[in-house]
């Protein structure tokens, strides 16, 4: 039989020691930040490109009916759109929430997991539906002018990826987030339990 | 710890230093695995150090750290699907039992016990293992120093009868 002091005293006689030095810790701080810059910088710059490919075809392109204009304009908002929503999710990674006391630490985890889950779910929804709907108007001005063939060819394709993404991809992709999310929000609401400082009995 | 007049480097040098075991020692505690324990330990420092001007010339590094640490180690076990309790259990047994030490036996049938544990309590019990002033704990879990006297007397007597219903068998 072993009392609380022979316990402690089993602790301290413990080699476990951390594999880490703080140069390592330095050194994967270098290694994250220019990793996290150059991802940013690559997404940032693929866009850019689309964007600029985009303004290029608009401007250079005879489009004359009202629908391709709109097509374009909703393609580039969807661009900027995804630039801004970037822009922002790198800068919500802050650390000023971690000196919170855990239970308020734990509240803002769970609405962190909330956002981004609004964020991967609706907001993606909607973003792949005004992409589709560009795709769409782009459509009309090409029935007009191209072959028969081309012209259902594009409408059969846009059509099939829309029932496919929408009434397959998507509810899968949804459902899985959900489950994970609730997972989440059940583990972070038993943790906030545990540190609610209540009054014992 | 003088936290003032030195270079930033140096600071931090100093600071990882005189927490680094302890905070390992948390995060060990906590998760059961050494590999993550290091992991958890690591973004534990880079978020000092991120952070390291904003604390500058405040009285008690350690329980910023420690604070740091346990909501760091919270947010890890949200983020990833943790294993459940019997096979972080079976995990340290695999990891520390076959270390030949009669004394690693011991350290390894105690951080069995505490897995064992609810995590706000494995994260208490730790500091009390590692000497941390009941103060210093109330302020990093956030609970009155009145409850804590009180849970920390449960979840001794709680490790106290698992480690030794543990070593019966």
């Given at each position: 039989m072993k009392d609380f002091e022979a316990l402690k005293s089993i602790w301290h006689n413990?080699?476990?020691?951390?594999?880490?030095s703080h140069e390592d810790v330095l050194e994967k701080v270098n290694k994250t930040r220019t990793g996290l810059a150059s991802r940013l910088l690559l997404e940032m710059l693929g866009m850019i490109l689309a964007t600029a490919f985009l303004i290029y075809v608009w401007i250079e392109m005879p489009f004359r009916m009202w629908t391709t204009h709109l097509a374009m304009a909703v393609f580039l908002g969807c661009c900027v759109y995804y630039i801004i929503a970037q822009i922002a999710n790198y800068l919500?990674?802050?650390?000023?929430?971690?000196?919170?006391?855990p239970e308020e630490y734990i509240l803002y985890l769970k609405k962190y997991k909330h956002d981004r889950f609004i964020f991967n779910t609706r907001k993606y929804r909607i973003y792949s539906i005004f992409v589709t709907a560009g795709f769409m108007l782009y459509f009309v001005e090409i029935a007009f002018l191209a072959m028969l063939w081309v012209t259902i060819a594009g409408i059969v394709f846009t059509f099939a990826w829309i029932i496919v993404w929408y009434f397959v991809l998507m509810p899968i992709y949804i459902k899985k987030e959900e489950s994970k999310l609730e997972d989440m929000i059940e583990n972070l609401e038993r943790l906030e339990m545990q540190f609610a400082d209540s009054d014992f009995e | 710890m003088k936290i003032t007049g030195l270079s930033k480097e140096a600071l931090f040098k100093e600071i990882f230093q005189a927490n680094s075991k302890k905070i390992y020692h948390l995060c060990y505690g906590y998760t059961g695995d050494d590999d993550t324990a290091n992991d958890l330990m690591q973004e534990t420092f880079m978020k000092v150090w991120q952070n390291l001007d904003k604390f500058?010339?405040?009285?008690l590094i350690s329980t910023w750290i420690y604070r740091i640490a346990v909501n760091t180690c919270l947010s890890y076990l949200r983020v990833e699907k943790r294993q459940p309790k019997d096979e972080l259990t079976d995990n340290i047994i695999e990891t520390k039992g076959e270390e030949i030490s009669d004394k690693n036996e011991q350290v390894a049938s105690l951080y069995k016990c505490i897995a064992q544990l609810e995590e706000n309590e494995r994260i208490i019990i730790t500091m009390v293992l590692d000497e941390v002033p009941y103060t210093e704990i109330a302020t990093i879990s956030g609970i009155s120093e009145g409850n804590l006297r009180v849970k920390i007397h449960r979840i001794k007597q709680k490790l106290t009868e698992l480690y030794n219903k543990n070593e019966r068998f």
């Open positions: 413990q080699v476990a020691l951390p594999k880490v919500k990674i802050t650390y000023d929430s971690l000196l919170d006391k | 500058r010339n405040q009285a």
